[in-house]
């Protein structure tokens, strides 16, 4: 397991996305069921308020840092993560180890077509990955036991902030053996319906800023970024 910083009550892992993707490489291979959480500012923004919310993100093996707020969060309360780990990445670079390992994935989470979409995709970009099924984000009936009988060894649960992480805590006991990693909108980045942000913008610290130039409609959540960053400096004045 990694070192903790501690930012606004959410234990984020000290970690690279290389550091992260070995220690999921070797807990799939000894078959342990391992949850990975990407929380970025508007999530522990959310969460911090509730302790049960809190308290549900802290119980993942990795709590990646995903956005460059977190990063800034922790710099200034003094106790500084090494790099950002953005989900995204980290998915990435899972699919190509498990493309040579022959890992199993499943994607799950966003519209039927977009799972059809992301897994053409993968599979076109990752030669040799073995993907096991896909399930979209707006069942009605419970899922996990369909999943958990596909065996995987990855699956990527793509159904926006607290929706994913309500959903792998509730279901992880249906499985063994596989890592669970909360992506968000990461699904809709495969299908291609979604751009990530050119490499300049991620470089500058300014994907967030990207995000909102190509989906103005996050303006309100994104004013999440401003309030936490505010609320880690009345942190910072209190411990002193
Ligand atoms: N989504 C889903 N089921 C739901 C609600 C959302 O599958 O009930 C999907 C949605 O289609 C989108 C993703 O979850 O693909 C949320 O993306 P967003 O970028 O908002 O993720 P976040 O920023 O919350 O991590």
């Known amino acids: 397991m990694f070192q903790t910083v501690d930012v606004l009550g959410a234990k984020i892992s000290n970690a690279s996305v290389e550091e992260i993707v070995g ?3 070797g807990r799939i291979k000894q078959k342990q069921n391992t949850v990975v959480y990407t929380p970025n500012s508007e999530i522990i923004e959310q969460f911090h308020k509730d302790e049960k919310l809190l308290s549900l993100l802290n119980s993942a093996d990795v709590l990646a840092a995903d956005g460059i ?3 800034y969060g922790a710099k200034i309360l003094g106790t500084p993560l090494k790099c ?10 899972l699919l190509e180890v498990g493309a040579k390992e022959g890992f199993g994935f499943y994607l799950f989470g966003s519209k ?4 059809h979409l992301a897994k053409e995709n993968l599979e076109k970009k990752y030669p040799g990955i ?3 099924g896909t399930q979209n984000g707006y069942f009605q009936e419970p899922v996990g036991e369909t999943i958990a009988k596909t065996n995987p060894d990855v699956v990527f649960v793509c159904l926006g902030a607290r929706k994913q992480e309500e959903w792998i805590y509730e279901n992880k006991h249906l499985f063994s053996g596989t890592t669970f990693l909360g992506i968000g909108g990461s699904m ?4 291609g319906v979604v751009k990530r ?6 470089k500058l610290n300014l994907e967030w800023f990207y995000r909102l130039l190509k989906q103005p409609t996050r303006f309100i959540r994104m004013l999440a ?3 936490f960053l505010w609320r880690v400096i009345l942190r910072k004045t209190k411990q002193r």
């Open 112 to 115: 039927e077509e977009v799972c």
């Open 225 to 227: 970024l401003p309030r």
């Open 130 to 132: 073995r993907i096991v």
């Open 23 to 25: 220690f999921l490489a």
């Open 188 to 191: 809709d980045v495969f299908a």
């Open 84 to 93: 950002r780990a953005a989900g995204y990445d980290i998915a990435c670079r």
């Open 69 to 71: 707020g977190v990063v």
């Open 197 to 202: 942000a050119p490499d300049i913008f991620i």
